[in-house]
């Protein structure tokens, strides 16, 4: 008996080049998606200088990275459909003798390995990172996941532009046909489910798996779902009807930020302001209704009272349009400082709220006081505010 | 079609090629520790998710009346595949003890129900595939 199989080994009707082309389609939407949406956290993350930011509509990050999240879980069961059609394909017989072909069936494999690598890599760990599990050591998410997603979608275009030619012949064709394509041997499909299950069968099931997968994760960022998404990493309820990402207690903060001696600290070159929570909530008061979007995923909308960030800029007497840095009573951790791009400070919606839902903020969503603006990454709405400076 | 494939084939090198030199400037330790992820996955999926895939189906093949194979493989593909994904939170690896708003749902009774659905769904699928077979 032999220990690896080969190739022709595998039988029956569902490997076939009719079956992976199509889940191929669905699969490359998918990571193609994930990859747009993707490449919009990472410039919300770290703006180029060259790229400025939309703060409208205030949902954005919301949404894109929603449907980020929600995009890669749907992949999960079409790359698993379509890893197991071609998976005959890694027994393929090595062209030993011929150099030529041997160096292009080795060009082809090194692309499908980068491919396959890549894929699952960015589907593992993005599903970790969403849950707020972090297995590996020492490496950032953020770097490898960003580097990583680029070789994924490189290798795919290779992957789709090899073969161009047999997956548009695939597709053209009745998916039970048994004729070859693009040089590729196929077999006769049953069309009929009293053999075991169908091509038609296996595609289906495939939509419902990716289908499923979407409904039990997407209720993390639509209101609507949240019923059905039994494997949601959060309800959307909590503390104040708000879910949180880092409580008082991790970001050791609760003695600091309960002093009756706590002072927010506004600065603008050599003036500096230092205000109490009674300062605070004696200048004007606004109310927007302005949803927390986090990188898992998971978004809520909630009404935030508070003080209008120009207004308390004015204070100190910085001009419009500045770019202004937060610093949280939070002594360390990757997230305790944040940088707010002119137009967001700018923007009037753009509050350091002091009250959430009709209720003043609770420690764990940021008392005494907390920055939130529209169409922003959650983690730079910076917590337990102990600094307001104008930096350009 | 071959101008479409070369372009193609061109963007992709130069958008691996980027995704490379991004990572320029990150310690080598991680690179190695990122390697390693990058190939166990595809080891993990090769030597373990498929072999057990195939080694459950020949099983099914043999243990289950025809009639039934069609609606315990779309089973099989719902379930395995939706379990897969849930991992990080079936697990609750993520948890921290004092955020109770993370992971807080009953991910172990969704799962059931999940399971529940796709048996009720295999089995009407079997009663089907049965009376065709009769008739």
């Known amino acids: ?392 | 079609m071959r101008i479409v494939q070369v372009v193609l084939g061109g963007l992709g090198l130069a958008a691996i090629a980027f995704g490379l030199w991004t990572l320029r400037a990150v310690d080598l330790s991680d690179l190695v520790e990122a390697s390693l992820w990058l190939a166990g996955g595809v080891l993990a999926h090769d030597l373990l998710v498929t072999p057990v895939t195939l080694a459950a189906a020949w099983v099914a093949w043999r243990v289950l009346p025809r009639y039934a194979r069609g609606p315990v493989a779309a089973g099989f593909v719902v379930l395995g595949s939706l379990t897969l994904m849930a991992i990080p939170v079936l697990g609750r690896f993520g948890a921290i003890p004092s955020d109770p708003s993370l992971l807080d749902r009953d991910y172990r009774a969704g799962w059931l129900v999940l399971a529940g659905l796709v048996a009720v769904g295999v089995l009407l699928g079997s009663v089907v595939m049965r009376r065709r077979e009769v008739r």
């Open chain 1, 1 to 392: 008996m032999r220990l690896v199989p080969r190739e022709t080994d595998f039988s029956g009707w569902l490997r076939s080049p009719r079956v992976a082309a199509r889940v191929g389609v669905w699969l490359g939407v998918c990571f193609g998606v994930a990859f747009i949406t993707g490449l919009i956290s990472h410039v919300a993350y770290e703006p180029p200088g060259w790229l400025t930011f939309p703060t409208r509509p205030v949902s954005l990050y919301r949404i894109t990275q929603g449907t980020h999240v929600v995009a890669g879980t749907m992949a999960v069961p079409l790359l698993l459909v379509k890893l197991w059609v071609v998976y005959p394909k890694l027994f393929a017989k090595v062209p030993w003798g011929d150099v030529r072909r041997l160096v292009v069936h080795g060009l082809e494999r090194a692309s499908i390995a980068a491919l396959v690598a890549a894929a699952i890599f960015q589907l593992v760990t993005g599903l970790a990172n969403s849950s707020q599990w972090y297995p590996w050591g020492s490496f950032s998410f953020r770097d490898m996941h960003y580097a990583v997603a680029w070789v994924a979608i490189g290798s795919l275009a290779l992957h789709v532009a090899v073969k161009l030619r047999i997956a548009r012949a695939a597709l053209a064709s009745d998916v039970n046909s048994g004729d070859p394509v693009g040089g590729v041997p196929d077999v006769e499909a049953p069309a009929d489910s009293s053999h075991g299950l169908t091509r038609r069968g296996l595609l289906r099931t495939t939509w419902v798996a990716a289908g499923l997968a979407g409904l039990s994760t997407a209720g993390i960022s639509v209101p609507w779902l949240r019923d059905v998404s039994i494997f949601g990493i959060r309800s959307g309820d909590g503390p104040q009807g708000v879910p949180i990402n880092q409580t008082a207690v991790e970001a050791r903060v609760t003695a600091a930020a309960s002093k009756a001696s706590y002072r927010l600290e506004i600065v603008n070159g050599a003036t500096r302001r230092r205000l109490s929570r009674a300062d605070l909530e004696a200048m004007p008061q606004r109310t927007e209704v302005l949803p927390i979007a986090c990188v898992e995923g998971w978004s809520a909308s909630a009404e935030w009272g508070g003080v209008r960030l120009r207004d308390l800029l004015a204070v100190v007497g910085a001009p419009s349009e500045s770019v202004v840095a937060f610093v949280s009573l939070e002594e360390d951790g990757a997230f305790n400082t944040s940088e707010l791009p002119a137009q967001f400070s700018d923007d009037p919606l753009t509050l350091i709220a002091l009250r959430l839902n009709g209720a003043d903020l609770s420690i764990d969503h940021g008392y005494p006081c907390r920055l939130i603006a529209p169409a922003r990454p959650g983690v730079f709405q910076t917590k337990w505010l102990s600094r307001i400076e104008v930096v350009a």
